[in-house]
DNA sequence: CGCGGGTTTGATCCCAGTCAAGTCCCGTGG
DNA sequence: CCACGGGACTTGACTGGGATCAAACCCGCG
């Protein structure tokens, strides 16, 4: 584990798509950098993409809008994520990647991706290990939206970015994690009415809380009893 | 539009991974080929997965099961797709791929993915594409899980499979399209109980209609409008 | 004929959506 | 200093969509 040389933040194998030796590869191909407050949009749903990002610092949601002007969150993402590759290799997203708190991005080229493939084969394997990696995450997505009740729901997904951000080394002192979300944002996020995501909230409250931009787990294996999930550890990215 | 030489269906660009120059290559790369009867399982949620697999014929589901044993359909898979790319990237699968009908698919080791991306980057590129382009369809049925209640769901899922289907040259004298699941399966896709699955197929019945391995859509934008979707034509997989 | 898997239908219940008020908090301006 | 306003959060009352339970029904098969 070693500091990041673009990402102030330490790196997990699993949760940090680059390791350094790539990083500095990285570094070359990258076409700039973006910042984003609260509130902006990187891009939006029915944008053609002609770069793709690395999130560096801050956190934001990638969310939908059905015809009938209802928002689904698809995943926050965090620190670490590529965003919009999905988006740059189909040639259109879906979606629209708005920050919740100030957020710096690392900007690459689409042009430039095939360079990556015809070139730099480790870093091409790179990227598509990320891009599986999230198709396995989104596919977990799916069964809690499907099969999961509201209080279930609620204790995974705390409990899953809890992990994820502790696994960015972002806790802090009292063991709180950054969550600059609104309670609106989660109700988005796993399909529940706001009212409800705030009852749930309330029930959960001796295991977790949220407030005033952080995210305090007090009992983790409670959550994760609640949640149906298996409490599991970041896996090692395989190298090629 | 040219007859597959692996896959005797024919192709169409959005729905079959791999041109006729590519599958020539593939057809190198390939370790074996695989048949399944209905039922069967390739992959066990929990397994390192060695191989990954391209359908050539039938049609199956990929399912995760939740610690209180329900069980959540993440997707339907059909001929030209991916099956088990995620998995063999990660290491370890989160689902199970189970046959709905006698099923064909075509066999890659992954000790060769490194040659791939060594050696053969139109081909590695095309690979990322695929799963992209299926991470860019799980944000969707996100979309419809969180937001879209039984009705909707039922009429975006029946015309997707309908138009995904049709668009592999499936369709039949009498405009139908193979459909060898059961309303159980429906139903843990969309996240219904299979009371309320049959029921809301009962609404729909004037637009759509399944029954004897068959779904025939007669109108579809009708489906369309109830299921508050855009009726999208698949659009070109660009060129590297 | 009985059996079993899949489908259909009705009755009842409850989780979560909706509506409607409030509360808390913070920034702005008189 | 307080009045005001707006945004996020909270709480209560009511409603309804979909789950659950239960019982047929249909049909291919041994």
């Known amino acids: 584990m070693h500091p990041c040389k673009v990402c102030p933040l330490r790196a997990t194998p699993l949760f940090h798509p680059f390791s350094e030796g790539e990083l500095n590869f990285m570094i070359g191909f990258r076409a700039g950098e973006v910042r ?4 902006e949009a990187l891009f939006h749903e029915g944008d053609r993409l002609e770069h793709f ?4 610092s801050g956190q934001g949601g990638r969310y939908t809008t059905l015809p009938n002007g209802e928002r689904q969150m698809v995943n926050f993402v965090f620190p670490g994520d590529i965003a919009g590759l999905s988006g740059t290799l189909t040639g259109e997203t879906n979606t629209t990647l708005q920050a919740a ?3 710096r991005l690392c900007r690459f080229d689409r042009s430039r991706l095939p360079d990556l493939f015809r070139s730099h084969h480790e870093r091409a394997y790179a990227v598509t290990w990320i891009a599986a990696a999230e198709e396995h995450f989104l596919g977990e997505i799916i069964a809690t939206l499907g099969r999961r009740n509201a209080l279930q729901r609620m204790a995974w997904a705390l409990l899953r970015i809890y992990v994820r951000l502790e696994a960015l080394g972002l806790r802090d002192a ?3 994690v950054p969550f600059p979300y609104r309670q609106a944002d ?4 796993l399909g529940l009415s706001l009212v409800h995501t705030n009852k749930t909230l309330a029930r959960l409250r001796p295991l977790a809380r949220i407030g005033g931009g952080k995210l305090m787990v007090s009992d983790g294996s409670g959550l994760a009893e609640k949640g149906l999930t298996d409490f599991e550890m970041p896996r090692q990215r395989p190298l090629l």
Do not use: F, K
């Open 36 to 39: 984003l407050e609260p509130g």
């Open 53 to 56: 990002y690395t999130v560096l």
């Open 101 to 103: 708190s100030p957020m």
């Open 174 to 176: 009292q063991g709180a």
């Open 186 to 189: 989660l109700a988005d996020a």
